[in-house]
C-alpha cells in the first residue's frame, strides 16, 4: 500500500483500499462509515453502517431497519488493513471525523465541523495526522461568527419582546441538530416551547440516550395555539411560511443559519430576522483546526473550495480540491424560493 | 453613532413600512437637533462627497484583515455590498462608539481634506472602535452610498410624525440645495419660509401605468391627453432674475443646459414650469441617446451644443406670478401655461408640449399607435380638475405607453446580482445570431420572478463554461424574450445597436437556441 492512498476519492464517496470501506458514500456500497446523521452524509441503501452510538438513534429513526454498529469516540476498530476510530467534530450530537491509519500513516475526514464548543453537543477534538479532508462551507474570510451567548441573547429578546406584544415566535431550523441546539440554549423561562413533528421526532430520539432538552409540546392538529400564546414555535424552514404555520397569529419569523451573517441573504428570504448561528467552521475555525491537525496534505471539500484551497496554498499546504456530493443543505436552505 | 446604528438595524430587521416609519418618528422625536439635520439629508440623498475611493478602501480592509486583496475580492460577489464585506472581514470587534452621528459626519468630512496616509490612518482606527454593524454604517457614510430600504417619502412621513406638520409641506421643504452645513433643523423644517431658497422645486407629481381597458379610468370628457417624452423630467424656476432647473431626481441641472439660460429673455419672473428635457433639433425631437451624451457633462463642448441642443418642452405651471397655484385644477393651469408660450419666437429654448384633442378612447387608441414615428413613449392622461399632488397618487395621472419592442435572444454570460440578489445570478448578456455566429448585444437583469432567479442559478451552476472573476460564461441554451422602449445605431457597441430600457419578458423554454432572432431581425426594428 502507496504512503499516498489511506484514501481515495471516487464517484461512489472517499474510499479506503486497505479496509475496503467507504466514508459518507453517496452510491450504495458494501461498508459504510458514516460521519453524521444528516441526510447527505448518511444515506439509504448501504449493506453494512458503522457510526457512533449517538448518531444511531437518529440514524435509525431516518433510515428504518439498517445494518449498523457503533464505535464509541475514540475506541479503534480494525477493518481489513486499517485501523479505524471515531472522534467528536462538534458539528451536531453524534458527529465524528473519521480516523484513518494504515501503515503509521494517518488520515482524518473531518465530515462537518463545529470548533466553537456549543454546550450540547460533544465538542470538537483537533486530530494529528498526514492528510486532512476538511469541509470549507463558509470557507471566505467575511464568515466570522459572534460568539454563541450573544447570538442566544438576541434570539432570546426577540422571543420576549414578541411574548409581550402577544405574539408567537416562529423559529426555522433544522429539524436534526440546530433545532436542538437552540432548544438547549434558550431560555425557558420566558414561556412555552413548541416544535414540529419532525423536530419532536429527533428530539424523543436524543432523549432517549440521555441528550438533555427542556419540555417541549409537539404541534399536533388538535392543539389549540390560543392556550400558548407567546410561545416559541421551532420548525423547519419548509413549515414555516407554509399552510402550517397559519394557525399561529400574530406571528414574527425567523430563520437561524450561518447564511444569516449576509444582509443579502437574510433580506432575501421572507422572514421577518435573521440570527446568524452555525453548527460549521467560520473562517478562523477553519484555519485554527487544520493548523492544530498538524498536516502538509490538505484536501477541501463541500464550499467554496477554488478559493480556500488557493489560500490554503499560499499558506504553504500541499492543498486539493475533492469534488463530493455533499449537498450543502445550509445552503440549500437559505436558497430555497418561499 | 449608536442611537443611528440602532434605527438602521431596526429599518433593516423588518420588512414592515409602519414600524420602519415608527422607528424613524422615534429618532426624529429624541436625538439631536444636528443628528435628524443629518439623518435627514441621508435619507434624501444629501451625501458628503466621497472621502476615499473604494479600491483604496478595499486595499486597507484586506490590510488589516491580513489576508491578500484577491480574496476580498473574491469574498466580495458572494457579499454582495463593499461596505458589508469590509465590515464582516475585519478582526472581530467588541466594541462600541457612543459618539453622535453628526459627530460622525464632520469626522467623514474632515476626512477628505486630509493626506492619504493620514486618511489610511484615521480609517484603520475608526474600524477599530466599531462593532460590525457600526462598521458597515460608517462604510456607507464613507462611500456615500446610503440605500437601505427608506425612500425619501417614508422619512417624510416619519418626520410629519414626529413634528405634527403637514407632510406635502415637509415634502417642499425638504426640496432643493442645502446641506446640514448650510442650514439648521430649525430653518429647514419648523421655520422656513419661501424666500429661504429662491431655487427649491415643488415635490414632482407622478403618474400609474394604464394595466387593463383605458375605458375603465371614466369618460373621456373628464381626460386631457399629451405625449409622453422620452427626456428629462424636469422644472424650470425663475425667481428673483435667476434660473434654476431641477431633475426629479432632485439634481439641480442648470449649469449642464446653458441654452435654456436664455428663458430668461422670454419669460416673466414668478414662474415655475414642469416639463420634459428634450434634445430636439428642426422641429423634433432627437433620439434618447443624443440626450444621453448631455447628461454625463457638466460643461458642454460647443460641438454637442451644435448638434445635440436641448429645450424645455413645457407641460404643467406649478407657480405664477410668484403665487403657488398647484391647487387649481390641471385645466386652469394648463391655460395659464398655453398663453404664456404660445407666442413666443421659434429661438426661444420653451416649447409646449401639445395637447392631443380626441373624442373617444378608441380614437385615442389610434393615435397612439403613432406614438413611436413622434419619436414618443406613448401618451399622458391627466384629470382635467385634478390639483398638482406630491408623489404618485391613484386616479389622477396616468401613462399609456405603448406596448414594447421585443426580441428572442440567447443567454451567453450571467453574472450574480448585489444586495439582495447577491448569490443569484441575474444578470446576463444576450445575443443574436448573425450566422453561425452569436453577437452579444445587451445585458438585462430584470423582469423575473425570485423563483425563475433561482432556477436559473441552479442552471447556471451547472453549465458553466468559462469563469471571469464574477461573470460565467454559460452554454447558449437558453431562449429569452428581451423587451425594450427604443432601438438607435450604436458605434460603441460590438453588435452595431443600442437598446432602451431593456428587461426579460418571458423565459421561452419552448424555443431552442437555434431558434433565437438573428441580427437582421434586430436592425429590422429600427425601422
Ligand atoms: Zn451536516
Ligand atoms: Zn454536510
Redo the contacts between chains.
Sequence with gaps: MSRSSVLTFTNKGIYCPAGDFYLDPWRPVDRAVISHAHSDHARFGHRHYLATPQSAPVMRHRLGDIALDTLPYGETCQIGYAKVSLHPAGHVPGSAQIRVEVDGEVWVFSGDYKPEPDGFCEAFEPQRCHAFISECTFG?????W?PQQMVMDEINSWWAANRDEGRFSLLAAYSFGKAQRLLAQVDPSIGPILTHGAVEATNAALRQIGYHLPNTVQVTADLDPNAYKGALVIAPPSAIGAAWAKRFKPAQTAMASGWM?????R??R?M??GFALSDHADWQGLNDSIRATGAERIFVTHG?TE?FS??LT?QGYDASIVATEYSDDSLEQ????E | MQQFTDLFRQIDSTTSTNAKVAALATFFGTASDEDKLWCIALFSGRRPKRAVTSARLREWAAEAAGVPLWLLEEAYPVVGDLSETIALILPPSDRQDAQPLSAWMTFVLMLADMPEEERKAQILSAWGDLDDTQRFVFNKLLTGGFRVGVSQRLMTRALAQATDLDEAGIAHRLMGKWTPQTTSFNNLILAPSIQDDLSRPYPFQLAHGIEGDVADIGPPTDWSAEWKWDGIRGQMILRGGEMHIWSRGEELMTDRFPELRKALDFLPQGIVMDGEILAYKDGTPLPFNDLQKRIGRKTVPSSLLKSAPVVMQAYDLLEYDGQDIRERPFAARRALLDRMIQDLPPDAPVILSPQVTFSDWAELAALRETSRDRMAEGLMLKRKDGPYLAGRKRGEWWKWKIDPLTIDAVMIYAQSGHGRRANLFTDFTFAVWNGNELVPFTKAYSGLTDAEFNKITRWVRANTQERFGPVRRVTPELVFEIAFEGIAESKRHKSGVALRFPRMLRWRHDKPAQEANTLTDLKALMG
Design positions: 471566505l474570510p467575511v464568515f466570522n459572534q451573517r449576509l444582509r443579502g441573504i433580506r432575501r421572507s421577518d430576522r467554496y478559493v488557493r489560500w499560499e437559505a436558497e430555497v424560493a
